[in-house]
T-cell receptor
Framework: AQTVTQSQPEMSVQEAETVTLSCTYDTSESDYYLFWYKQPPSRQMILVIRQEAYKQQNATENRFSVNFQKAAKSFSLKISDSQLGDAAMYFCAYRRAFSSGSARQLTFGSGTQLTVLP | GAVVSQHPSWVICKSGTSVKIECRSLDFQATTMFWYRQFPKQSLMLMATSNEGSKATYEQGVEKDKFLINHASLTLSTLTVTSAHPEDSSFYIC?????????????FGAGTRLSVL
């Protein structure tokens, strides 16, 4: 079974600074997707960034970028120029590719609570 | 991005009553929808996967007779908590997979806070 591990329950960053959130996963699959979701106090889950395992290039979305190390099964999220609105719980998630039914489910990590200090 | 509407956002009910939560994909067809439960400061725990026109697949330990799921159309799935008890109080989140989209992404509803008195 796939597992996703986030070893940092809490992180803090000064406004305008850069922070990196860690995520490791375990899978025997060669093709899969990785995601970072953000859950602010409203509790609405928001997709931050997505990475396809077959792509070597790291995904970027404005101030958000990932460091995807497939061999090490590591998928960290870097937030540059942190803003107060970035404060949220961040979840790393894994999903198998080319699957059907319940196998399409996301497997979530335990989350990292990010605090942005003014 | 695509929008998933979840209703109600908050419901309070008496012990023993049933509560229905709706999840709609507003601008895409969702052949697969997922129902999660989240306890405070914890991760999302998958309860079941619902596929349009067929029975839901429940995760181990989830009582299918207590948490009834119906996915009658490509845009609507419902979760009914039957004979609710205080231990069912939790935050329930649905998500819908945009299978037709190239990016194959799951979009989430805003969640429903259930409080059982």
């Amino acid at each position: 079974a796939q597992t996703v591990t986030q070893s940092q329950p809490e992180m803090s960053v000064q406004e305008a600074e850069t922070v990196t959130l860690s995520c490791t996963y375990d899978t025997s699959e060669s093709d899969y997707y990785l995601f970072w979701y953000k859950q602010p106090p409203s509790r609405q889950m928001i997709l931050v960034i997505r990475q396809e395992a077959y792509k070597q290039q790291n995904a970027t979305e404005n101030r958000f970028s990932v460091n995807f190390q497939k061999a090490a099964k590591s998928f960290s999220l870097k937030i540059s120029d942190s803003q107060l609105g970035d404060a949220a719980m961040y979840f790393c998630a894994y999903r198998r590719a080319f699957s059907s039914g319940s196998a399409r489910q996301l497997t979530f990590g335990s989350g990292t609570q990010l605090t942005v200090l003014p | 991005g695509a929008v998933v509407s979840q209703h109600p956002s908050w419901v309070i009910c008496k012990s023993g009553t049933s509560v229905k939560i709706e999840c709609r994909s507003l601008d895409f067809q969702a052949t697969t929808m997922f129902w999660y439960r989240q306890f405070p400061k914890q991760s999302l725990m998958l309860m079941a996967t619902s596929n349009e026109g067929s029975k839901a697949t429940y995760e181990q330990g989830v009582e299918k007779d207590k948490f009834l799921i119906n996915h009658a159309s490509l845009t609507l799935s419902t979760l009914t908590v039957t004979s609710a008890h205080p231990e069912d109080s939790s935050f329930y989140i649905c998500s819908a997979r945009d299978g037709g989209g190239a990016k194959n992404i799951q979009y989430f509803g805003a969640g429903t806070r259930l409080s059982v008195l």
